[in-house]
C-alpha cells in the first residue's frame, strides 16, 4: 500500500444509506464481507466501482461508500465493461442476482465472461425474483410452484457455475452467504484474480423462498452437504470427515473411510485442471452428493480491457491527436474551380 493512503478499515466502506433488505436476508451477510474484503486490498477507495442491475441484489452499490452504478435490468456486465476499459485502473464489480444475471441478462454476462473482461462477478442465486414477489427465475427448481408457476415449472433449472464454465471463465467459485468466513476467503480471492472472476453465492431470500439451501446454509446440516474445494486437497467432508469423493473414470462416488484413514484414491482438487475436469465437479449436489463449495477453477489468460488498450496504443500514429490534420489525411487533395 502506498505509504501516501492511510490503512483503510470496514468502516470506510459502509455507506451513509440505510440498508433496505428484509430483515434475515442473506444480503446482509454478502454486504458485511464484501467491506471487511476491500481494506485489506491495498486499493484506495475512490479505485472501486460497483455495477448493478435489478433486483434486491442491486442495491448493493447504495451501501458501498465507492463509487457506483445501479443500471437497468441484465445490462450491469456492460456498463461495467465500459468503465474497465475507459477505466483500466479502477476495480470493477458486477453484483447481480439469478434473474438480473441469467434470464434478461444472459447474453451479455456470458459475453462478459468468454472475453475475460477483467470484473469480479457476484451472482445472489436464491432461485427466485425476490423484487417482484416472487416468480420463478432460471434457477428454481424443477417443479417449483410459484406465483408465476402455481402447477409447478416445467423449465430445468439454469446451473450458474456451469453457465460460467461454458464461457471458459478464468475464475469460477461458490460460497454459501452464512458460513461468512469462507465466504470472505472466496471474495479476496476473485478480488486478486486477473481476469473474470465469476461468483455464484447461495443466498436465503427469506420471504419468497426460505430454506433455497437450507441444507448448505444451516450448521447442524452444512457439513454433511457441502464439500470444500481446496487446491491440491482431496475431496473429504462429513461432520466426522469420514466422507470423500473419488472419480470412477468420468463419474464422481462417494465413499465412506475411518476417521483420518482417507483412500489413496479420492481425487484430489486442481484449480488449474481442463474446463472438463471442472465440468464434473459442477455435477455435484443433494441428494446424492454434496454441493461443491470454493474456487473451481483459477487460471491466468490475457484480459480483453489489456488486449484492447494494447490494441489502440499500436494503432496509434503520429499526429493522431490533431483532428484537422486527421480529418485532412496523408491522401488528401484540393480541387479547385
Known sequence: MPESIAPLTRKEFVSDQIVRWCPGCGDYAILAQVQTVMPTLGIPREKFVFVSGIGCSSRFPYYMN????????????????????????LQVWVVTGDGDGLSIGGNHLFHCIRRNMDLKIMLFNNRIYGLTKGQASPTSELGKKTKSSPMGTVDRPAAPVRFALAGDCTFIARAVDTDVEH???????????????????????????????????????????TVRLEHGKPLIFGKDKTKGIRMNGLKPEVVTFPAGKPPSDLYVHDEKAGPEVSYLLTQLRPPEFPWAVGVFRAVSEPTYDEMMNDQIARSATPGADNLEKLLAGPESWEVKA
Do not use: W
Not at 476473485?190 to 431470500?205: D, S
Not at 430454506?211 to 450448521?219: I, L, N, S
Open 66 to 89: 465507492t463509487y457506483g452504478m445501479h443500471t437497468i435490468h441484465g445490462r450491469a456486465p456492460t456498463i461495467a465493461s465500459g468503465i474497465k476499459c475507459a477505466r483500466p485502473d
Open 183 to 225: 465466504l470472505r476467503y472466496v471474495l479476496d480471492r476473485a478480488a486478486r484474480h486477473k481476469g473474470a472472476a465469476f461468483i455464484e453465492i447461495f443466498q436465503n431470500c427469506i420471504v419468497y423462498n426460505d430454506g433455497a439451501f437450507k441444507e448448505a446454509e444451516e450448521r447442524a446440516t452444512r457439513d454433511d452437504s
